[in-house]
């Protein structure tokens, strides 16, 4: 019956659109759950590089410590005590042990992270005791006097992972800038958090005084930025979970800021030395705690990001001009939301319930123009909705928001696949249905809209 086909096409609607609306929150969800609740929950050595001052000592320790943690450290011998506690210094392991008669002495560096310290010293207490010993801890490299915890570094390095990321999202609802001008603020935001940044971690004691860091913390800004904005032409409406999953759901957990890596399981650790937050880490703690060392990997892996990034917007441009130069119009770099900062709201700024748009979009024959991007921004080009016509080529777009509709106008523009954009200025007033139909010809002819109305 005509009725139940009615309805059973508003009900696919409808799961259509819930989909759409729970797909980022469920997949937020599963992310956390197996990205950091797995990984965190019970942190396990792996592959531990420890230094131990003799060969025979080594060897002894090794096979106690494969009983005791198999798989869980990996022993180096040293010449002597001395040779041990330079290889912390020089970031060869991540402790030290010597045993001299009836003295143990475990050699450690804060700066690897606190977490880490706990392990050593829950491992190496009883393997001292067991040789007659009592353990003595030796900090080699203390964190900065205002990072206690020895976790200020990473939460300082996630600052500047995630600002490049969300600038992204920001700016890719903003129509009237172009892409170089993006580029050009991804830069400028990039400088200014950098500076910004290392500035208050100084002010609060986080961070030693080595301006180097802010070198490093640029590049990531900018590969984020890049990567992030240069996928937008191939994942489209998903780049909120690809950038998301790539950033935050899979750097945060291999950087071995909060938890050191050798602590996380295999994915997690296989995948910090290639993910642009853990080099950013690694390169910090070398800058600040180790002299410079170990910089080489991290600046080769944070300029490679860059260069993905800069050959991702390269294809896309190429892509793109492919288009135009087939007469398909896109607008999609400038349609994307991001569910992690967009909330709807249901009233506009005069308290009234929100003006509807409705109509028809149809071509020069009459015929229904299905999945036209239907998108209404207000007069300073905010976006106040974004909908795409149904099968009969009809559109309701519900002006939520809390700027000002009364008294302003609003454009209403149309663009679908092989034909040429049409737009409109509308004058809505809070609780009114206001119906405009358009008219969509083919790219090679010149768009009108329909009722009289003329384009803009």
């Known amino acids: 019956m005509p009725g139940d086909t009615k309805a059973a096409k508003a009900g696919r609607q409808q799961m259509k659109a819930l989909a759409g609306g729970l797909w980022f929150p469920l997949f937020f969800f599963v992310g956390f759950m197996l990205c950091y609740l797995l990984p965190f929950h019970a942190p396990q050595p792996h592959d531990v590089k420890v230094a131990v001052s003799t060969p025979a000592a080594a060897a002894q320790l090794r096979a106690g410590l494969d009983q005791r943690a198999p798989g869980g450290y990996d022993i180096v011998p040293a010449a002597d005590p001395a040779a041990a506690r330079q290889a912390v210094l020089d970031q060869d392991a991540v402790a030290a042990f010597t045993l001299d008669g009836g003295k143990a002495t475990l050699y450690e560096a804060k700066a690897n992270g606190a977490a880490m310290e706990s392990v050593l010293s829950a491992t190496f207490t009883p393997v001292a ?104 032409p191939f994942v489209k409406q998903f780049i909120p979970g690809v950038a998301m999953g790539l950033f935050v759901l899979l750097s945060i957990p291999s950087s071995g800021g909060a938890i050191p890596h050798q602590l996380v399981p295999g994915f997690f650790r296989a995948l910090h030395p290639v993910m642009p937050l853990g080099n950013l880490v690694d390169a910090l703690r070398g800058i600040f705690y180790f002299d410079g060392t170990g910089l080489l990997r991290p600046t080769l892996v944070l300029l490679a990001w860059l260069a993905a990034g800069a050959g991702l917007i390269g294809v896309g441009v190429v892509g793109q001009r492919k288009a135009e130069r087939a007469a398909t119009g896109s607008a999609e770099e400038e349609i994307v939301e991001d569910p992690a900062i967009e909330a709807p709201r249901e009233t506009n700024a005069s308290g009234g319930p929100s003006p509807v748009l409705t109509g028809l979009a149809a071509d020069e024959h009459g015929s229904p123009v299905a999945d036209a991007l239907v998108t209404v921004m207000d007069a300073d080009s905010h976006r106040l909705a974004l909908v795409h016509t149904d099968e009969t080529g009809l559109y309701e777009a519900v002006l939520l928001g809390t700027r000002p509709v009364p008294g302003e106008s609003v454009t209403v523009l149309l663009s679908a696949r092989d034909r040429a954009p049409v737009a409109a200025r509308l004058h809505p007033r809070p609780g009114e249905t206001v119906r405009k139909d358009f008219v969509l010809t083919s790219a090679l002819a010149e768009a009108v809209p329909a009722a009289g109305v003329p384009a803009l």
């Open 129 to 232: 005791a067991q040789a007659g010993a009592d353990l003595d801890t030796v900090e080699l490299v203390p964190t900065a006097a205002g990072d206690g915890t020895g976790t200020g570094l990473f939460y300082l390095a996630m600052a500047w992972n995630i600002v490049p990321y969300i600038t992204v999202m920001m700016l890719l609802r903003v129509v009237t800038i172009g892409r170089r001008g993006k580029l050009l603020t991804f830069a400028g935001l990039g400088a200014f958090v950098s500076v910004a940044g290392f500035a208050v971690a100084q002010a609060l004691d986080v961070v030693p005084n080595e301006p180097l860091a802010m070198v490093y913390a640029f590049l990531l800004t900018q590969a984020v930025a890049w990567v992030t904005y240069g996928l937008v």
